[in-house]
């Protein structure tokens, strides 16, 4: 977390900077982010006249730490939408400050991007839920934000957003409407829920009785990324849309066998991404369709 004497490592300036050298680098002039969670990033491969600028090149970037998370951003154009892929997201479990994770999300707005998509891999903790379903997420529990461990702690850049920004609505009801929508028109509508996504820092994966307890706060899935993201995003004005891929049941019962493991919540993803990107692709072409009210953006940039 940055401090009054422990200054930002992401400010205004740093972010400016790394602006300036991605819109000279390209030519796109994306108004769509997609962030690719877990085993995701295939999701950017339907983009026509890509453009591929690895992690480690931007200047001020993070780099992918995580297997399953590629490292470089991906400019395309998606039914002749311009758009911009994270093939790989910053967790703070990679020892990243929430500050260093959530750096991409203002560069997109800087960069003139209007909506974000936020995709990730999570546990199923509703008893609803498959593996392979996909949850468009209705709201979040910053379980790490209650401790502290907030994106947007520390002074408030008033050219981002508000000191106090509402997060009642930060997941937009019209963009989940249309995704709701699209999965009902491609025979999705089966294996497709709204749910409550809870951030965990991880790397761990839950207990059996943290995972009862998070399930008694009200969570139907837990992952370990995601809210800060989404957290900024409200914050500086962006539209949201949360798409969670339940790639495991999450243990509530001491008598289950299965352990959960990373290779098993990437070879979901890659299984269920084809169907994740059906959905994402119909909502590119539309979302634009799709009028939003943010509250927290009286005077961001
Ligand atoms: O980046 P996401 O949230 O999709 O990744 C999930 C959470 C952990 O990083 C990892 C655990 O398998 O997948």
């Known amino acids: 977390m940055h401090t009054k004497e422990n200054s930002c490592c992401c400010s205004f300036d740093d972010c400016k900077l790394t602006t300036e050298w991605l819109l000279s680098m390209t030519r796109h002039r994306p108004k769509i982010a997609i962030v690719c969670g877990s085993g995701l990033g295939l999701l950017a491969e339907t983009a026509s006249n890509k453009q591929d600028v690895r992690y480690e090149d931007i200047p001020n970037f993070p780099v992918s730490t995580v297997p399953g998370h590629e490292g470089r ?4 154009h998606i039914k002749g939408k311009s758009c911009v892929f994270m093939q790989g997201r910053f967790h703070l479990y990679e020892g990243y400050s929430l500050c260093k994770v959530t750096f991409p999300v203002r560069i997109f707005k800087l960069m003139g991007v209007e909506t974000i998509i ?4 999570s546990g199923g903790l509703c008893q609803d839920f498959k593996v392979g379903d996909i949850m468009v997420i ?8 209650f401790a502290g461990q907030h994106p947007l702690c520390g002074p408030n850049d008033e050219r981002f957003g508000i000191r106090f920004p509402c997060m009642s609505d930060a997941y937009s009801k019209a963009l989940r409407k249309l995704a709701l929508d699209i999965t009902t028109e491609l025979g999705y509508s089966n294996f497709v829920h709204e749910g409550v996504y809870c951030m965990v820092s991880g790397p761990n994966f839950e207990t059996i009785a ?5 399930q008694i706060l009200g969570s139907d899935s837990v992952g370990m990324s995601t809210v800060p993201e989404v957290t900024v995003a409200k914050h500086c004005g962006l539209r949201v849309l949360g798409l969670s891929l339940i ?3 999450v243990s509530l019962d001491y008598s289950r066998e299965e352990k959960v493991n990373h290779e098993e919540v990437l070879q979901i993803s890659k299984m269920r991404a084809e169907m ?3 959905v994402l692709i119909t909502f590119i072409a539309r979302c634009h369709q799709v009028e939003t009210i943010n509250t927290n953006y009286p005077n961001a940039v």
Not at 73 to 76: A, P
Not at 138 to 145: R, T, V
Not at 210 to 214: I, K, Y
Request: aromatic share 4%.
């Open 73 to 76: 951003l991906v400019f395309g």
């Open 118 to 121: 936020v995709t990730n891999a």
């Open 138 to 145: 209705k709201d979040h529990i910053n379980l790490p934000g």
């Open 210 to 214: 943290e995972a009862r307890m998070l």
């Open 247 to 249: 790639t495991n049941k």
């Open 276 to 278: 994740l990107k059906n």
